[in-house]
């Protein structure tokens, strides 16, 4: 709240806007992790947070929740937060109660000869005349996508003349831009970042993408996106004729030098903006130090002439299309930066194929049993058995894992020292309770387990001046996530509620308990993070069964 109050004295809207966008960018449910199962429930909803600024009557929410409601798009919202606003009558400044008059000043695109990314830039005029511009850079190298964006709280035409005199460049074009084309190639390139893991991010992106997309909402639709080039076999079979005749391929017209070709060309045509003569210094370092080892499943001799093949076609791409001299020399410059890089990767073991892909994901662990030297790479089905193995302790584990349900099982203070014995009391009797009223007996069993190891393993924990609420609340909370019940049977901010405590302590007070039962509190297996069978509740441990059985059954 002391945020919103600076910025709504501040005499332009930016700060406001900004902070919102940022908030909204929060809490958005696109997900991340392609393994990931359904969004964070320690995440707010966007309903969830307006219903609480609707409970707290205060100049400042009354501002957040105009600005959520237009930035969001969502009509219904909007007249939700209207109704209320009126009620409250607070006096807001004009251009907050009017943002939706905001009005498009103009559309600007920039682009470099060797194609790298394009710059589209918006100029906005808020209510009461202040200026706003949207400047978001799209990568075609990365797949045509939204890879930055930044709001900057001046107008158009300045902005442009203060890029043009920091990096006046003459390979760079500045046009005007159809503004429906603008919203497709825009609109485009954000869907196509919100599937790429992992994410692109920065310290504006995705912050203001919220913005963005309320910016490009007042642009009318139906433009033209980007176009892609075509090449079939023909064509790419005269594109290498035509190379391989010509000057600078003198010395290399043999199999080999034609097999890396084909590669090469393969990159220019299937990634990237599908242009093969589009050569740049990044097109050049993707190339040598990701695609061709990664891609390429060839011995060292063959592959370590590359490069070679690649300046001589750099220099027949330039040339055709007329490409200044100085902007050759610096890419072939990057083909004699990466090059040692290159030799040394292509002669080491490396995951390639779909191996490398989910090394690249994070779902190929360094010490599975296969080798990243085997031909054949894992399946997936192997992947996700592997995945449940180490979540639950092990092969032995998880085969004689069953659905037997957890027993009625009393408190062990067997080896829990005599001098916390009180504190830990107080805690097992607000847990208990937690459980008789909201969960169940298994429930209660397995943080009575939780309970008593993480005090018998560090007593310190209760020997320090804490609240046994918020003890009480990490532990249950714990057990929760370890059994998911917070994907559709409970709200956390239903659990924690009914402790009386917030969320962010609950969160923070779990990573001591973790660790003094041997538990990473960031283990990258989610919601089986407690990693023993002793914690899991019948209707859990039946569906890992499922799980097991499905994937062997797919594996076979």
Request: hydrophobic share 40%; aromatic share 8%; proline share 7%.
């Amino acid at each position: 709240m002391g945020k919103v109050a600076v910025a709504l004295a501040d005499d332009h809207p930016f700060a406001l806007v900004a902070l919102v966008s940022s908030l909204l960018a929060a809490l958005e449910a696109r997900r991340a992790n392609p393994f990931e199962q359904a969004p964070d429930p320690e995440v707010p909803t966007l309903d969830e947070l307006v219903r609480t600024f609707l409970d707290v009557d205060l100049l400042e929410t009354s501002a957040l929740l105009t600005v959520i409601a237009e930035l969001s798009g969502d009509d219904i919202m909007r007249r939700r937060v209207r109704r209320e606003i009126t009620q409250r009558a607070h006096a807001l400044p004009g251009w907050i109660t009017d943002l939706g008059t905001t009005t498009v000043e103009g559309v600007v695109e920039m682009v470099h000869v060797l194609g790298d990314g394009d710059n589209i830039m918006i100029g906005l005029k808020l209510p009461g005349g202040s200026p706003l511009s949207l400047v978001v850079y799209i990568d075609h190298n990365v797949g045509t996508l939204v890879k930055d964006a930044f709001a900057v709280p001046e107008p158009l035409d300045g902005l442009i003349r203060h890029m043009r005199s920091v990096g006046d460049d003459q390979d760079t074009t500045w046009t005007d831009l159809s503004p429906a084309d603008a919203r497709t190639r825009i609109c485009d390139a954000i869907e196509r970042g919100a599937i790429t893991f992992p994410p692109f991010e920065t310290d504006s992106w995705p912050a203001c993408r919220p913005l963005v997309e309320w910016a490009v909402g007042m642009l009318p639709a139906g433009g033209a996106g980007y176009h892609r080039p075509q090449w079939d076999a023909d064509a790419l079979g005269e594109l290498t004729e035509h190379f391989f005749s010509s000057p600078f391929a003198a010395g290399l017209d043999d199999a080999d030098h034609r097999g890396l070709l084909e590669s090469v060309l393969w990159f220019g045509t299937d990634y990237g903006p599908g242009d093969p003569l589009r050569w740049s210094p990044v097109a050049v370092e993707i190339l040598l130090v990701d695609w061709i080892p990664r891609k390429i499943v060839a011995d060292a001799a063959y592959l370590s002439h590359a490069p070679g093949v690649l300046r001589a076609f750099i220099r027949f791409c330039h040339h055709e299309r007329g490409i200044r001299a100085a902007l050759t020399a610096d890419t072939l410059t990057a083909v004699n930066k990466y090059e040692p890089e290159y030799q040394r990767t292509i002669r080491s073991p490396r995951p390639q194929g779909p191996a490398a892909l989910l090394a690249a994901m994070g779902a190929l662990h360094p010490d599975s049993p296969w080798s990243v030297l085997e031909a054949e790479p894992p399946s997936f089905p192997e992947t996700m058995l592997e995945t449940l193995r180490r979540a639950v302790g092990g092969e032995d584990v998880l085969d004689k894992l069953d659905a037997a349900p957890l027993p009625d099982e009393p408190f062990e203070w067997g080896r829990i020292p005599a001098d916390i014995h009180e504190r830990v009391a107080e805690v097992l009797r607000l847990v208990d309770r937690c459980c008789d009223e909201l969960l169940d007996v298994e429930y209660r069993t397995a943080c009575r387990r939780y309970l008593g190891r993480a005090a018998a393993g560090d007593p310190e924990i209760f020997r320090r001046r804490s609240r046994a609420d918020t003890a009480a609340a990490a532990i249950c909370w714990c057990i929760g996530k370890a059994n998911d019940l917070f994907r559709g049977e409970m709200l956390v901010k239903d659990l924690v509620g009914h402790f009386g405590v917030g969320r962010g302590s609950v969160s923070q007070r779990s990573e001591p308990l973790l660790r003094a039962i041997g538990v990473d509190p960031h283990n990258q297996y989610g919601s089986m993070h407690l990693g023993s069978l002793d914690y899991l509740t019948s209707s859990r441990r039946e569906r890992i069964v499922a799980l097991r059985d499905e994937y062997r059954a797919m594996d076979h």
